[in-house]
T-cell receptor
Framework: DTGVSQNPRHKITKRGQNVTFRCDPI?????LYWYRQTLGQGPEFLTY????????KSRLLSDRFSAERPKGSFSTLEIQRTEQGDSAMYLC??????????????FGPGTRLTVL | AQSVAQPEDQVNVAEGNPLTVKCTYS??????LFWYVQYPNRGLQFLLK??????LVKGSYGFEAEFNKSQTSFHLKKPSALVSDSALYFC????????????FGTGTRLQVFP
């Protein structure tokens, strides 16, 4: 399977615990995105990497959230001191820069986080 | 700011009938528009996109979308619906700037009845 993969698929945690999610993009895709999707809503942008550089972060990404993409390959998203409001589906997408300026983003299956 | 609106929370259609899922957009500059489909507990699957050129864009699984600049719309269509098309459909627009991040609508649930 050469698509975007995410692990774990589901995570249940208690409030105040730290969690980390992993995303493996399509190989050779240099752009990687994290989105968050809550029930009944469309995905909302969290952060973006081009290779290993984190170039943009949404205001949604509080200081409890941190993302990394070491070596420009896989990425991790960590949430510290989780809150019930963090419960959501966390989606990762990757794309390859093109001259058209409108790359297609391919999404992974998501990690569903439930904070008790 | 860029935005898209999906005015219908749900669309119901009988199998074999044509379907339309509506999307309108608000952008500054040229719009880059996308449609994605989401099945239960799954990520988003890319259907099609409009960048420039022909106003009728053909995509995966027999879907197509019509770009209408005067009406600022990008409606998703299919000539003959299948029960397996039942899913959540999202319209999205590329934000301005250099990141290509997408701004999504709230989604439209399509129910195709046998």
């Amino acid at each position: 399977d050469t698509g975007v993969s995410q692990n774990p698929r589901h995570k249940i945690t208690k409030r105040g615990q730290n969690v980390t999610f992993r995303c493996d993009p399509i190989s050779e895709h240099n752009r990687l995105y994290w989105y968050r999707q809550t029930l009944g809503q469309g995905p909302e942008f969290l952060t973006y990497f081009q290779n290993e550089a984190q170039l943009e972060k949404s205001r949604l990404l509080s200081d409890r959230f941190s993302a990394e993409r070491p070596k420009g390959s896989f990425s991790t998203l960590e949430i510290q001191r989780t809150e019930q409001g963090d419960s959501a589906m966390y989606l990762c997408a990757s794309s390859s820069a093109s001259l058209s300026g409108a790359d297609t983003q391919y999404f992974g299956p998501g990690t569903r986080l439930t904070v008790l | 700011a860029q935005s898209v609106a999906q005015p219908e929370d749900q669309v119901n259609v009988a199998e074999g009938n044509p379907l339309t899922v509506k999307c309108t957009y608000s952008v500054s500059g040229n719009p880059y528009l996308f449609w994605y489909v989401q099945y239960p507990n799954r990520g988003l699957q890319f259907l099609l996109k409009y960048i420039t050129g022909d106003n009728l864009v053909k995509g995966s699984y027999g879907f197509e979308a019509e770009f209408n600049k005067s009406q600022t719309s990008f409606h998703l269509k299919k000539p003959s619906a299948l029960v397996s098309d039942s899913a959540l459909y999202f319209c999205a627009v590329r934000d301005t700037g250099n990141t290509d991040k997408l701004i999504f609508g709230t989604g439209t649930r399509l129910q195709v009845f046998p």
